[in-house]
């Protein structure tokens, strides 16, 4: 199984992050820019939060906030659980389920943001080693 180190290689595009005081309209712009489900929340280079489509949902619309008046420090998710960039697809599949989340943020051993994964990344990388075992034990039953 791949480590999140293997996994952030291959990923291209630049990290997507807010400060705090950025707006919620700032955000929701840099994420559709970005096509991506959340913000890292970072403090110069210390995360501070994170920020998703859900805290928009049950933090500005049900709340009737508006988005051009309202800081991001103000709806963000602050206890942010995050990983490094040793650990395994599964692991972190197995704690976005239990945690229910979609979005980690992965740290290097100096704790500096190196990335975040969402769950659909996890999803995409389990299917494709999933096809690549398949092939495999083809291959070895038709040999």
Do not use: W
């Amino acid at each position: 199984m791949k480590t999140l180190r293997q996994l952030l290689s291959g990923k291209r595009q630049p990290l997507a992050a807010v400060s705090p005081n950025d707006t919620v309209l700032d955000a929701l712009q840099l994420m559709a820019t970005h096509d991506v489900g959340a913000l890292l929340v970072l403090d110069g280079e210390k995360l501070v939060g994170i920020f998703s489509e859900r805290d928009y949902a049950r933090k500005i619309i049900l709340h009737g906030k508006a988005s051009k008046d309202t800081k991001i420090s103000e709806i963000m998710s602050d206890k942010v659980l995050y990983v490094t960039l040793e650990r395994t697809v599964d692991e972190c599949m197995a704690i976005m389920s239990e945690k229910h989340f979609r979005h980690l943020p992965v740290m290097d051993d100096q704790q500096k943001v190196v990335g975040i994964v969402s769950i659909g990344d996890l999803v995409k990388e389990t299917i494709c080693e999933q096809q690549f075992i398949i092939r495999q034990l083809e291959s070895y039953i038709a040999g």
